[in-house]
């Protein structure tokens, strides 16, 4: 359980399935922040949205941990941007795992990174710091998952899989095993990889194809 309490950074749809996740836990969450002015005052599930991220500054590193309530669906980095922001700082992002996400002992996750509900981490892979493993994704054996990747609802990621950082996995899309996907890559929703992908491409399609470079 988590011991001190907490502030979500961003108050989208993201946000929302990590409230869900823990208050599942029991969690105090102090409130969200919100770049937006207009948001400031109202409320998401009924947790408040207290002023922008400046607002967390007020709180000392020891006193509060920190979740990233930004998701990413695209190859914009302002998730990474706010991690690393708040890291240079001193503050300290919270693992957020719902109760019913399977993950092995043997599994080893880093920093601020999220595991939703239904999702599957298999024995001996390595997920990195700021990493997103969403609703029902399934991460098998050895697979080595970068930093700030985004594995959205339904992936599957076979075993001895290597993905860089900040890769977006969409929707439903499988990779099978061994694959490498280099950093800054988008696997298309429903794709399924059968070769690797170069940095930087986006693929779609199946099997996946290159459509972006």
Do not use: W
């Not at 979500?8 to 399935?17: D, E, F, Y």
């Not at 990590?18 to 969450?29: E, K, R, V, W, Y």
């Not at 700082?89 to 919270?94: D, K, V």
């Not at 599957?156 to 499988?174: F, H, P, Q, R």
């Amino acid at each position: 359980m988590i011991q001190k309490p907490i502030i979500i950074l961003g108050a989208g749809g993201h946000a929302k399935v990590l409230i869900d996740a823990l208050q599942c836990q029991s969690t105090n969450i102090i409130g969200i922040t919100d770049p937006d002015p207009e948001l400031h005052g109202k409320d998401v599930m009924g947790i408040p949205i207290i002023g922008d991220d400046n607002l967390i500054l007020e709180y000392g590193v020891n006193d509060i941990m920190l979740v990233n309530g930004l998701g990413k669906v695209n190859r914009s980095n302002k998730r990474m941007q706010i991690y690393d922001t708040f890291k240079e700082r001193g503050y300290i992002f919270t693992r957020v795992i719902h109760p019913s996400a399977e993950i092995s002992p043997r599994a080893n996750l880093a920093e601020g990174v999220h595991v939703m509900a239904g999702a599957i981490i298999q024995t001996l892979a390595t997920i990195g710091v700021n990493t997103i493993i969403n609703t029902r994704a399934s991460i098998e054996h050895e697979c080595i998952i970068g930093d700030h990747v985004h594995i959205a609802p339904g992936a599957t990621i076979s075993g001895g899989v290597k993905i860089g950082d900040s890769v977006l996995i969409g929707a439903g899309a499988t990779i099978i095993q061994g694959i490498h996907v280099g950093v800054g890559s988008i696997v298309g929703a429903g794709a399924v990889v059968i070769k690797d992908v170069r940095e930087g491409v986006t693929v779609m399609g199946i099997p996946a194809r290159t459509v972006k470079k």
